[in-house]
């Protein structure tokens, strides 16, 4: 009760001058009704916590104790069967949610590529936006200077982003932690301010145009630009601009399946075990004869190809890429769906991007309300699962027949 | 017999402090030796030199290996100087060392270790930090790996027998699939010399392994060193306050104090040395 | 009974799933030596730890000095005058040898500092000779000795040792226990944990067995020195 | 069949231009409630909804989706940002349905040759024109340093203004074509170099709230050259993010004719002012392109967007500023583009 | 380019980096006895220009207008009501993730500062706000023509931003709060066991450090004139590198790597190109953390194998 009433004071302090006072010019108007109503809410909020905790053990025993999914194999295999089944059928089911579908995946994407980084190789990245415009910017550059198409993009971005990691990953080899961490952001601003800056060659902060994929080189326009056959004139049937989004949704789908199985290859690995001792312990590794450099080179280039795969798509989606686009707090999401998927858990990684993509979609009908709701979910995650979604289960060795 | 390292006066420094100083001393092939002393008289460090974690600043340190002879310091990277900048071959190696060179190029070289604060993967599982130490032999070959080929899955069950078998040496079959932070402290000590051992190590340095364990299984460690040398072929220098355990399995004894050998020989003799009664045991 | 110093009674500790502790129950009494010895893994160190509260003890009850002190807070407890040597150290890396005994006067406002100063200097001259180096680039066996240096800085009426002879040369260990002996002497209760059991029961007052998490025996220590089954399993 | 004909509102409503979005928002709400005070459009009523894009491509791109496949609307008043205008234009396009913008003003807007896409402001190389000529006839400049904030927008202008400037009077010096960075506040170096190059007129492409500090900075230094600048620092927050009146004294600025002048807008400002709100800016011109789209729908009797756009483009249409006519681009046939100069009471006024 | 020119250059990049070096010192506070990257620390140094130009706004209605006075109440109000948020801010989004991974505070204090800049941006509104000028002149040496200035806001913002730093090396360096936060910083289980309330450390930290961030706020926004709900994240960006480049943990280090910062971009930007300073300046920090890992005060972790 008490306590109750202590953050509900606090509450009238906080909320009090920020939303209580509004400036207007050099002035101010008050809206003295605002800040109560909201210590108000909170007073009652932290007083039904109260409840809820003082109800005693049996309860709280209750919350504890999570349940556990523990699936058989064939039960695990009928549930991804399911899962893909889904993902299939999904497009044609909600066609207003496609595009968010195609960004999710995207994101899907840029979580596996971080998730080696961070989640496996525990090296703290916070540019990893820079790989991902390595990949739009490769394409859509390819494309006007190279003429190179969607397809042949992937590659050429992959390759360029997996230098690209090798590059950052090289003089950062000596450092730890936080001053890792700095260096990474720095690196990601330094790419997206050349990006802006380089008006000649990047088109500056307007950008620069991508054609959206083909398909046997036909388009999935209403007309053709450039005189290639139209998908739907070849195959006679009415135009609709969803054919090309689908298309891209399965592009995509197809690529994220298999990235998942390069990822989960990776983590059984070598180099996986390699990446997860480093994490843990770089001088006992290093007394155990593993290279360093090459180990953690490694970890940055497969995720920053993963990354610049991610990127392709992003500017086939857009069919314009644009600085803006490769901010820090892009950056700071992928991260959060490493965190919050549960460091190195794939299905976690997935299930994080979906959510914290598709949860500003969702929170679309509050308006400017959205982001805030958005940060709030956020913290709220954290501390609900503050080691993530979904646990990691670790292989068991000892059971394999050798 | 032939010696499998030579240490020829060592000397490190940190900042005023001299840890080490004109230390000599050789370790014969196939034979257990113990370093001990007074705490703080440089033990670690001399580890720490021989496994390349610590550049020494001066003096040499020779692993032979198949008639070939490494000097330690030059894996490490050594700084260039004028001649370097006429003699290419020289300046070349210099280069590479100090490119690519470091302790884990001495680990490769065939010496390894424990610490004495133990440093397992704690959040791996006890059969996982077998298979990291072999990472250097096994096939890295990331298309192999995502298109499971033959040799990838040979590669990896070879990896698997093997820790099995380390496994089962140190007498941890039951425990494969714990999390190595979760054993007991001794199981830990066991899990880390046999992690030591699966790099194929011709000179493992233990590291006050019996530090924590109580009279049994001091025992079976003792035990256990004594079959690392007969039935596995290693060369083995053990640091250790526990007397019981040097004087049973050692054969050779180095005292070191403040940064100097002040005796060396069998235990026996080293027993009946007054110095080191007086400077490490205590008797009188 | 009589009240003793420190009383354990019927306590389980647990971490997550892990149960640790089944019911210990024990008293120390006051300017008593108390050992406690137990193979790898018995529950030596949770025991000393969730007097503590760090695992909670739950089911029963923690007394210090007659008081409750099974529910507060870790901070709370050590300011009752009770002072830990805890299994692996914990000495602070990036402060110098004289400010992490500093940080052992810290219960009382800085009381006792120079003549503790004094005091653990004179004990080991060791870290006399390093006190102003980083204690994380100590030898193992120097930081073994800021960490009972550090607990003895506050001048605790009862002072718990989780294997304070680890790592440490055979002549430091022998002085460890005769300052042991010489605390006790003053007036301090002592609760020691050794691995090196005959010693630790050479120098106590009485002693407990610590088997998967329950006390198996209890006694004078010199009837645990003779007791066939403890020369079996920890003597040797 | 939706009974009422929907008009989104696409624009900032987020984020740090979130004050633009507010003011479409306003206009188009006003001219909305009073078409269906006049008995609607075709039959039905108008709805307004507002949909953000945190002026981004790709918060426009998905916006616009949800535009087109959510909310099924008939027409688009938007975007604000010349950067979310030109990605999310596409869309529109292949699902037919009009984009007027009311303040997007990035050549590429029109160029990309969109039939769907109309706009209901000018041109940056128009009003770069208009500056370019001010600069060199009027305040007879020697030297000109060209600062923007490296927005499509910002450097959009400056470059107009810059490629005008040499063809006008190619004996002008630039002392200096530099970019600053969005939400930096200080520009002191930045001045000094533009005092050491003797510049006697500052131009710059960017909005008020660089462009108030940049100023404020300016004189604190001592720097008297002549500050001038384009339509994206109209708005009353200029004056207080330069620190006061005293500092914006004697600033020139190009802009629209003011729409708060015109004879037309009288009975609608008056009635926002009684809801207690100033028509600022570019709520006005959202105002208008509300009235062209719903003009064309009452003409076409259809919501297709490229009929709508045609039928403007040939008939024009009389709006709460006036008639405007369109050409094949969709850009307005006639700038309007004037210059204002700020006194020191804080007040800004054709000249 | 003549002697002036260069000078008043310096002058500029002084006053840029001793902005970076305020919010700098408060950031590194948090960020060396948590040992977390606080994003939400540039937040809270927004908040404080809301604060100032809100209490400012009030005394003026009040009627108060005596410029020491005025400056005196509304650098109080604006510390209290600053460090109230510090405070709940730890209470509410990182005292419940204190014992997990050392990434889960950094992603929930990514969540705090979402929430932070858009709840100033519903309740303020996202436009642009600003101060009046209070106090307006400037110290002037030279001739007419030629001459170096800096104005009286400018010079108290160095003049403070050294004080604090000293101030707070001071209380870390010297008193008994400080070595408890040093303790709880280096191992937190072991500061309990010797008596320290590691929780009421750390909400003492985030509140010395929401001072930091207030006093920052207030002679910034006096500076500058001209603020947003936005401006935290590059402020807060800004601090992190220069507390990085000073060496984390150390204040005189986040001090000088903000006068580094400041005055490479400063002079970058005079002398070179404005466009490419930024560039400039992550380079620089680049480079130099390449050739010193941890910083340019920050002491090299050394790890006893
Ligand atoms: N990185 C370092 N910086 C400064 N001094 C160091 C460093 N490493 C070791 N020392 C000092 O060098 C001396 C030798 O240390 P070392 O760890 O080799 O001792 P040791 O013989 O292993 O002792 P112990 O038996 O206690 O483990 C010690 O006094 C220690 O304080
Ligand atoms: N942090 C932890 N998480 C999970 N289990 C733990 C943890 N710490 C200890 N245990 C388990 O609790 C049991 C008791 O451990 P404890 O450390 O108390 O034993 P001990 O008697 O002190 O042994 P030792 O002689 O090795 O110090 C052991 O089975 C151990 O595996
Ligand atoms: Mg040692
Ligand atoms: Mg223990």
Redesign the pocket.
Known sequence: MRSALISGLFALAVFGPITGLVLDGYDFKAHPTRPFILATLVLAGSFVFNIIRGLGPQLSVGMTKRPQLKLSRPQQRSLLAGLLGLAIVLPFIGQSWITSLNFALIYVLLGLGLNIVVGLAGLLDLGFVAFYAVGAYGYALGNHYLGLGFWGAIPFAAVTAGIMGAILGFPVLRMHGDYLAIVTLGFGEIIHLVLVNWVDFTGGPSGMEAPPPTLFGMEFNAWSMTGAPLFHEVLGIEFDPSYGKSFIYFSLLAFVIGACYFCIRLKASPWGRAWEALKEDEIACRSLGINHVTVKLSAFSLGAMIGGVAGVFFAGIQELVNPDSFTFFESAIILAIVVLGGMGSIPGVILAAITLRMLPEVLRDFQEYRILIFGVLMVAMMIWRPSGLVKTKRKSYAKLEV | MDDILKVDSLGVS??G?R?LDQVSFEVAKGSVTAII??????????F?CLTGFYKASDGRIQFQDKNRTHSIEIILGQPFTLQDFVNPISFGRKLFYKMFGGSHQVAALGISRTF?NIRLFKDMTAIENLLVAQHRSLNKNILANLFNTRSFRDSEAQAIKKAKEWLAIVGLTADADRLAGELPYGHQRRLEIARAMCTDAKLICL??PAAGLNHNETKDLSNLISRLRTNHNVTVCV?E?DMSLVMEVSDHIIV?DH?NVIARGTPTEIRNNPVVLKAYLGEE | MDQGVLTIDHINASYGPIQALHGVSLTIKEGEIVSLIGSNGAGKSTLLMSIFGNPRAQGGKVRLFGEDITSLPTHQIAKKGIALVPEGRHIFPKMTVEENLKMGTIVNQGKYEAEGLAHVYETFPRLKE?KD??AG??????Q?MLAIGRALMSRPKILLLDEPSL???PIIVKDIFRILKEISATGTTIFLVEQNASQALKIAHRGYVLVNGKVKLKGNSADLLNDPQVKEAYLG | ESKTIKIAVAGPHTGPYAAFGEQMLKGAEKAAQNINKAGGVLGKTLEIVKVDDECKPMGAVNAANEIVSKYKANAVVGHFCSASTIPASKTYMSHNVIMVTPASTNPKVTERKLPNVLRMCGRDDQQGQVAARFISQDLKAKTVAIVHDKTTYGRGLADAMKESLSKVAPMVKEALFEGITRGDKDFNTLVTKIKAKQADVVYFGGLHSEAGPLLKQMRQQGLKAHFVSGDGIVSNDFVTAAGGSQFVDGVYVTFGRDPLKYDTTKNVVASFKQDGYKPEGYTLYAYASVEAIVAAMQSTKSTKGVALANWLKTNGSNTIMGPKKWDKLGDLTKSDYVIYRWDDKGNYNEI | MDLYTIGQQLINGLVLGSTYGLIAVGYTMVYGIIGMINFAHGEIYMISAYLTAICLAVLTWMGITWIPITILLVLFGTIIFTSIYGFVIERVAYKPLRGSSRLTPLISAIGMSLILQNYVMVSQGARNQAVPTLIEGAITIGSEQHYLRITYVQLGMIVVSFLAMALLTFIIGKTSLGRACRATQQDMMMARLLGINTDNIISSVFVIGSIMAAIAGLLITFNYGSFDFYIGFKAGVKAFTAAVLGGIGSLPGAMLGGIILGMSEGLFSGFVNSDYKDVFAFSLLVVFLIFRPSGLLGRPE?E?V
């Open positions: 940190f900042g402090i840890a002393g007074p705490n703080g008289a440089g033990k670690t460090t001399v720490n004495q590291d006050e640091i306050h070191l940064g | 390093r180096q980083r680039t100590l030898s193992g066996g120097e073994q790592g440490l040369a | 050394v006893k």
